[in-house]
């Protein structure tokens, strides 16, 4: 019989580590002289919208901006009712936050036992990864125009409306890079040096391409037709084969081709959001200044240097983005954000204290003819599922406003999808009923909240799980496969979802009924319910329980034993699903299982954590370090060790602030030496 033939759509981290796992078991079948075990590898094809690979790893340069339209009715009517997707995970939820949905979305296209968000520049976020390939058409017209509406942002006569999201140039990792090395390529290999903890964007995009190339030359000529954008892809049930529609992005040809499975990497930061009710209003407030998405910012100095900048959204890029601006020499940075949860809000201190976070509010008005911003604190109704202005609500106007940028996340680009691959992805009222007598294990918060009754439904989407995934797969269609990712560590865990999907392909791992994928993804849904901050996103009667709680509860200082004990609970268990998912895998590296992490999964479960602390712990009554200090500063980085090689992380080579971004070598001290 022929082998499969499959069309991976995206040349992001998804494709190409599922092309490298391919090409790994290729090596290691001729390496044994298993020649026929080579020709009954998948035939894989990969469909890339740019003209290199990396998907929202590679940088944008330039600045896309918007220009006020004068002819802009003068009085903006606010409505915080709209149907927002900032967070495409969660269309049908407004709890989350425009500062959220990066990693929202991230965990809300999960899997089951491993499964989905984030947004931060490692781990989960912002840098969170992914793919790249687009198109602008859909074969649904309704449904591409709700795409345009929540993808695109104009004012007046400019749109933006980049085919995909981004990086910008100067963007650092915001968690460990011990998460984001390899097994099979370390960072002693690539670079030969000791590293800081933290890394630019550049330096990681060029160790992963080099970790696919150095062993396949050929590696993308081989596998990858760049310049291609696939327009439609569809399941034709008689054929049992994907029809895929691509068009040449320099010739204008058109092609159709079938395949047998269909793996979509496209991008869970696919397309840029910004949410339509701040877009509106700088619209009809007739605001003059400029605005963008945080994914356009290429050099930005003229748009910050010497002036305010209010950025919508408190995610992982919102807090780097402030952080260049300081750098850049910003006057002020104001942060709005409607939940006060994302990276930005926990910020313990902030370099000359530049920065100011408006905590539990939205923009609601362009004030002082054009030039200024009014923030208005919000409170959420569980009722109506959306965020109302609060009674007697606290303002914030800030008169002299020069840009916005909206750090509001993406959407996954699955626009080439036909309805039917994705409409089970994309349902997040699908729920699930606890067992009677049900009660949450007796937690640090338990003798305050009580045993609390769960929410007759239970929606596991909004934690780790999406209703129609299994591992990856579609139940509905196993041959259709998604690249999602839903722990802090997410270049390693998309890495063995690769793993796990390419063993789909080969039959080397079990996809077993649809009856017991259902049931497998319920016990880990009703397992999740034991965790305080995954039981509160899926079930309402705790959520409101929690959320009751007075703003000075200890449970809102990060600093406080308690809070890092759950704050542990949390990561622990995502870190288990990864885990899992490697021994599912047979990966070719070992942190324990969903029962029990080894030493190495624990070690990197604890360099998660103290990442977060590097945050909390910055004083703001420290005057000697206030100046400088950021939380790439760690003071003590040989705490963290590669878990592959051992070797010890080592200081900046100066202070993060007057680390030199023209420099190509920025992240390495030529004294540093590898330490173990």
Same mark, same amino acid.
């Given at each position: ?5 499959? @069309? ?11 092309? +490298?796992?391919?090409?790994? &078991? ?8 298993? =020649? ?71 965990? %809300? ?61 100067? /963007?650092?990792?915001? *968690? ?13 290999? +690539? ?61 204008? $040809? ?52 010497? &002036? ?31 939940? %006060? ?24 008005? @362009?004030?002082?003819?054009?030039? *200024? ?9 569980? #009722? ?65 909240? *009580? ?57 080397? @791992?079990?996809?077993?009924?649809? =009856? $017991? ?41 990060? /600093? ?13 268990? /995502? ?6 998912? #490697?021994?599912?895998? %047979?990966?070719?590296?070992?942190? *324990?299982?969903?029962? &029990? ?8 479960? $604890? ?15 420290? #005057? ?13 980085? $040989?705490?963290?060790?590669?878990? +592959? ?12 602030? !007057?680390? !030199? ?14 330490? #173990?």
């Amino acid at each position: 019989a022929a082998p499969p033939t499959v @069309v991976v759509v995206g040349c992001g981290p998804g494709g190409m580590f599922f092309l +490298h796992a391919l090409a790994t &078991k290729r090596r290691a079948l001729r390496a044994k002289g298993d =020649e026929a075990g080579v020709e009954a590898l998948p035939v894989v094809t990969c469909f890339e919208h740019a003209s290199v690979p990396g998907g929202v790893w590679r940088a944008r340069t330039g600045t896309a901006t918007i220009i006020n339209n004068p002819s802009a009715p003068a009085k903006a009517e606010v409505s915080l009712k709209e149907e927002r997707q900032e967070d495409p995970a969660c269309p049908h939820e407004e709890k989350k936050d425009d500062s959220m949905i990066e990693e929202s979305m991230m965990r %809300g296209l999960s899997i089951s036992h491993t499964d989905s968000t984030s947004q931060s520049t490692e781990a989960g976020e912002d840098e969170q990864n992914e793919e790249s390939d687009s198109d602008e058409s859909d074969s649904d017209e309704s449904d591409s125009d709700e795409e345009e509406e929540e993808g695109n942002f104009t004012i007046g006569e400019d749109r933006v409306t980049p085919p995909s999201a981004n990086m910008y140039e100067a /963007l650092w990792t915001n *968690g460990p890079k011990e998460a984001i090395e390899f097994p099979d390529y370390t960072f002693d290999e +690539h670079f030969g040096h000791a590293l800081p903890i933290y890394m630019p964007r550049q330096a990681l995009l060029e160790y992963m391409q080099a970790r696919v190339t150095r062993h396949e030359p050929t590696f993308f000529d081989e596998f990858v037709r760049f310049n291609t954008t696939v327009g439609d892809v569809k399941y034709d049930e008689d054929l049992k084969k994907f029809v895929v529609v691509s068009s040449n992005n320099v010739t204008g $040809e058109t092609t159709t081709e079938y395949y047998d499975k269909c793996l979509w990497a496209a991008g869970l930061n696919g397309r840029p959001f910004i949410p339509k009710a701040s877009s509106s209003i700088l619209v009809e407030g007739k605001f003059l200044g400029k605005a963008m998405h945080s994914s356009n910012m290429g050099d930005f100095d003229d748009d910050i240097r010497g &002036k305010n900048v209010l950025f919508i959204g408190d995610s992982y890029s919102s807090e780097d983005l402030a952080l260049t601006a300081i750098k850049r020499g910003v006057k002020k940075v104001y942060i709005c954000s409607r939940s %006060g949860e994302g990276a930005a809000s926990y910020m313990g201190a902030w370099p000359m204290n530049k920065v100011e976070v408006l905590p539990i509010c939205t923009p609601t008005a @362009v004030i002082n003819d054009g030039k *200024g911003i009014r923030c208005e604190r919000v409170e959420y109704n569980y #009722k109506s599922e959306k965020y109302d202005i609060a009674e007697n609500a606290d303002c914030y106007d800030m008169e002299d406003i020069s840009t916005i940028i909206f750090c509001t996340g993406y959407n996954p680009n699955m626009t080439m999808l036909d309805k039917s691959l994705r409409k089970e992805v994309e349902d997040y009222d699908t729920y699930i009923q606890m067992p009677k007598d049900w009660k949450m294990k007796e937690n640090n918060l338990t003798e305050e909240l *009580g045993h609390i009754p769960p929410s007759k439904y239970i929606y596991p989407s909004y934690s780790t799980l999406t209703p129609g995934l299994f591992r990856g797969a579609l139940m509905s269609n196993p041959n259709m496969m998604f690249v999602t990712q839903v722990s802090d560590v997410p270049l390693m865990e998309i890495d063995v979802g690769a793993w796990v999907m390419l063993g789909f392909v080969t039959g080397e @791992v079990e996809l077993p009924a649809r =009856e $017991e994928m259902e049931r497998i993804n319920r016990e880990l849904a009703i397992a999740q319910m034991d965790n305080i901050f995954m039981r509160s996103e899926m079930d309402t009667n705790y959520d409101v329980a929690f959320n009751a709680l007075p703003d000075d509860h200890w449970s809102n200082d990060m /600093l406080q034993k308690k809070t890092r004990e759950n704050e542990h609970a949390m990561v622990h268990c /995502l870190m288990r699903l990864v885990a899992e998912l #490697k021994k599912v895998a %047979g990966y070719p590296h070992d942190i *324990g299982d969903f029962e &029990k992490l080894n030493e190495k999964g624990e070690k990197l479960v $604890e360099m998660n954590i103290r990442s977060g602390y590097d945050r909390y712990a910055l004083d703001p009554k420290n #005057k000697d370090e206030n100046s400088w200090r950021t939380f790439r500063d760690v003071a003590d980085p $040989e705490e963290n060790v590669s878990i +592959h090689t051992g070797t010890k992380a080592v200081k900046l080579k100066c202070r993060w602030m !007057d680390l !030199d971004d023209t420099d190509d070598n920025i992240h390495i001290d030529p004294a540093a030496k590898l330490s #173990k």
